[in-house]
């Protein structure tokens, strides 16, 4: 088990499909982050929110959409993707400012298949 | 952020100490070393993580050379359910802005045969 809660775990979407992935952190969290991992590579750095304000976006497509309703909360809508989009998609949570040193607490993730 | 040196693959026979070298010859003064792992089908897991000192936590034990230059993560009696991918990561506290830009290497591949 994981602190970091992810929705759904699969997810089947189509090219003109719109879908949202949802991450939910309880344990203070100020800064939360997506990361997109390919089969047998490392995980890749999309964007991060810190402050439920966006301070990275790794020249990620406009096809995914980061949004932060509050500090808790973190989703990713989904439009319009591609087959080649298809992976795990990992949401994680940090600290934020009071925690110097404070490591990644990750959800176990979304695998998300295109057709 | 500095970069890091791990061999992809080790093995390790159940009940042993499992020894995952990382190199990181140009690390800065500011810059800490973490350890994450990343059992299949799991997101990445913390392990560990220290400046200059050595570190030891339930989980596993953490030496850093002298000269910061190279680390050692020790799993003192792997089991099976350490095998997993095994991620060393060089960077400074924290960003400015709070947050920590974590950049994963391919990592080393342990498998823990019983």
Redesign the interface.
């Known amino acids: 088990d994981?602190e970091?809660t992810q929705t759904p775990k699969h997810l089947v979407m189509g090219m003109t499909n719109k879908k949202s992935l949802k991450c939910e952190q309880h344990m203070g969290h100020?800064?939360m982050?997506w990361y997109k991992q390919k089969a047998k590579k490392?995980?890749?750095?999309m964007f991060?929110?810190?402050?439920e304000k966006l301070?990275?976006n790794e020249s990620v497509p406009s096809r995914f959409s980061p949004e932060c309703p509050n500090s808790s909360l973190l989703n990713l809508h989904l439009h319009a993707l591609q087959p080649e989009d298809s992976a795990l998609y990992?949401c994680?949570s940090?600290r934020?400012?009071q925690?110097?040193?404070?490591?990644?607490?990750?959800?176990?993730?979304t695998r998300l298949t295109v057709t | 952020d500095a970069k890091t040196t791990q061999p992809t693959s080790m093995d390790c026979a159940e009940g042993r100490a499992a020894n995952l070298p990382c190199n990181h010859s140009t690390i800065s003064g500011n810059e800490y070393v973490y350890w994450y792992r990343q059992i299949h089908s799991q997101g990445p897991q913390y392990i560990i993580h220290g400046l200059k000192n050595n570190e030891t936590n339930e989980m596993a034990s953490l030496i850093i050379t002298e000269d910061r230059k190279s680390s050692t993560l020790i799993l003192p009696h792997a089991t099976l359910r350490d095998t997993a991918v095994y991620y060393c990561i060089v960077r400074v506290g924290r960003n400015s802005g709070g947050y920590q830009k974590v950049t994963f290497g391919i990592g080393t591949k342990l498998q823990v045969i019983p």
């Open positions: 994981t970091v100020r800064a982050y490392p995980p890749e750095l991060v929110y810190s402050y301070s990275i990992l994680a940090s934020g400012l925690g110097i040193g404070s490591p990644l607490h990750f959800g176990n993730g």
